[in-house]
């Protein structure tokens, strides 16, 4: 496989609210992409019924955080883009795949949806109010579960994830759990594939504007036909380190 590393030489002549734009779209396909790999290659079956259990609570981690990146995306790219870049950059209002793309966000992703509440209650913020419903289901049955070796760091608290995830998800029990989570993870993963296609579309715009319009460069600095891609069934995820 052919890896490349790429400089983009002129940027210094994009306004400040270009680089900003350009810089988060980085970010963003950093977030979206590896976070993305880890959740493929953690939808696996592993041959200890208690290592199937811990790379349950990590699914459920990873999907978290993904969910989140996946309502973060949008936020940026209704408020920020759509106001304030398109504002001053004329030459990124072309971008066909872009607005269809927003139209298709805007009707999957209202207000309020899951991947919003994902974001704002339970990726990056410990809500107590949010478990309410939960303890008052029973969710948990009167016991708590986790995997545990030696080490802390090797500990996969099952019940924490459940309990989360069930108030996300805002169901009381294992089965209809099962039906609401499966097509979150397939959904994910579309618009992941939607989101990174929009920023490719947006980072080669931005290429062409700095090389063509501005007079930077577009130079490939390094490469290796040395790295393989791993399949993601083969790929080394390790639940139990140390």
Request: glycine letters at 6%.
């Amino acid at each position: 496989m052919l890896v490349e590393k790429r400089i983009l030489k002129g940027i210094d002549k994009l306004s400040e609210v270009e680089r900003t734009f350009m810089v988060l779209l980085g970010e963003l396909a950093n977030d979206l992409t590896n976070l993305s790999k880890l959740l493929a290659a953690a939808d696996r079956t592993l041959p200890d019924p208690l290592e199937m259990q811990a790379n349950a609570v990590l699914k459920l981690v990873l999907l978290k955080l993904l969910g989140a990146r996946i309502w973060q995306s949008w936020e940026l790219l209704r408020s920020f883009y759509q106001k304030q870049v398109l504002a001053e950059s004329s030459w990124l209002r072309g971008q066909s795949t872009l607005y269809a793309f927003i139209r298709k966000l805007k009707h999957e992703l209202p207000d309020g949806c899951v991947w919003d509440r994902i974001r704002d209650q339970f990726a990056y913020h410990y809500d107590p109010g949010a478990l309410g419903p939960v303890f008052a289901a029973d969710v948990l049955g009167g016991q708590f579960d986790l995997v545990s070796s030696e080490q802390v760091t090797n500990s996969f608290f099952i019940s924490s994830e459940m309990a989360v995830w069930s108030a996300i998800l805002e169901v009381h029990d294992d089965q209809a759990f099962a039906e609401a989570f499966r097509p979150l993870v397939v959904k994910a993963a579309d618009l992941t594939a939607g989101l990174v296609g929009v920023i490719r579309e947006l980072f080669t715009a931005f290429v062409a504007h700095v090389v063509s319009d501005l007079g930077g460069s577009w130079e490939v600095e390094s490469s290796t036909t040395s790295i393989s891609a791993v399949p993601y069934e083969n790929a080394l995820l390790p639940l139990f380190a140390g």
